[in-house]
């Protein structure tokens, strides 16, 4: 593969995935505008966020990055019918697996609900029932949506980046359509969009099967647990559960603790992460997607240098866009909330609030994205257990980071434990403690970022192209010269909820616009041009 065709096959994947978290985007703000941030939103979330984090597993986590390196071996080194065997057999095995794990979530989902999320779950009858009831209607999405993951990977082994990135559209667009117009039928408004991730499901699937038709891969599904293959991509999948999706791991260890907080803190912490998984999506994962398959050929066949140069660039490339994104996201995050989001039953206390989380969740924003490239540097090698204790040791971090820095703003903002209170009440009662929960996140990323760097540096799978020294200078300089530009701009606007949308917008617009172009400008004036941004 020609070098080049990294950065076209990233800038595909980036396209379509921003059209996608674009739609992500305005749903959210429909969501927010129509039903606002209470216990019902909490509800619905919860029900969506237990079978999303076991499709990161199942999907984009584990189950990809030990499939996509078998998959690349099988297609350059064996013949098209064995590469066809694989693929049918690992969707047989796949979907038997997805079906049992789906009807066990079904049938006991006020288990998964109590276990996940207990605290306020527990002693508000009707809220619990909500959730379980909500979660019996996404929980088939994982079977669907991984599989259609699964298929996502096959065509990325081919170089088919944009059909699987836009495909999530149909997700927004469903759920979208269900809170706009089809809410008023159900007598819990909120349950119709339990009902749209369901369809959103099935049509997803649906959108893949001419494209593998299109290849030769579209088979009859066979159940496989005996084939070779099968059974490495299951070795190899196993411990990755761990590694591959830290970040899932911690934000359902987020929402168990925010059950315990005041009611409102899950939609909250659920629009920040929707909001930093908008540049995460279109250039984390793009990158991570792109570069796995590139990395996996390399390894194959034995082209250490190729190997090296390819994650030289994604390190580079991911630098360049996740550092102005961070200082973007925290010094605006209050003014983005206000624009996208207040709204409707969206208030400004809202907008404070999710202001709060964002901010302290966007400071991790650089390691949630290098760890996307890096990762796949150990999984192209079929190496699971370095990325396992990485994951294993950040998130271990993020459950004692989120006690410590919940329990520091509780004393900070409302002092010590007198006798006879309850640290139940006291935590229900005060808004803010859930920016701890982000913050932990956030922190618990650097370490699972120091970790997998030293694991390549302590494996010599990497070297450092000539260059470094002066990239790093011109990103400071840049930086530096967008976040002044941004400071500025706050102080002479410093009032974002008591002014009207269109002032919002115009103002949100005027920052964004000067920032970028202080931080373009003098990334050119200090010499950097488009073809550096080709892998070398």
Known sequence: M???????????????????????????????????????????????????????????????????????????????????????RTVGTLGGVLLLVTALGVFGADQLTAIFAPGAYLEQPEKFRLTSDLLRITFPFLMLVSLTALAGGVLNSFHKFALPAVTPVVLNLCMIAAALWLAPYFAIPITSLAWAVLVAGVLQLLLQLPALRAIGLLGLPRWGWSHPQVRKILRLMIPTLFGSSVAQVNLLLDTLIASFLIVGSQSWLGYSDRLLEFPLGVFGVALGTVILPSLSRHHVNTDRAGFSRALDWGLRTTLLISLPAMLGLVLLAKPIVATLFQHGRFTAHDVDMVGLSLAALSFGLPAFALVKVLAPAFYARQDTKTPVRAGVAAMLANMALNVLFVGALLLAWQGPAREGDDLLARLAAIPGLHMGIALASSVASYLNLWLLWRGVRSENIFQREPGWGVHLARLAMACAGMTAILFAGLLVWPDWTGIGTLARVLRLAVLIGAASAAYAGILLAMGLRPRDLHAR
């Open 2 to 88: 020609k070098t080049p065709s990294l950065l076209r096959s990233m800038l595909s994947f980036s396209a379509m995935t921003f059209v996608s978290r674009l739609l992500g985007l305005v749903r959210e703000q429909v969501i927010a505008g129509v039903f606002g941030a209470n216990w019902m939103t909490d509800a619905f979330l919860v029900a969506f966020r237990i079978p999303n984090f076991m499709r990161r597993l199942f999907a984009e986590g584990s189950f990809s990055t030990a499939f996509v390196p078998v998959l690349t071996e099988v297609k350059e080194t064996r013949s098209p019918a064995e590469l066809r065997e694989l693929v049918d």
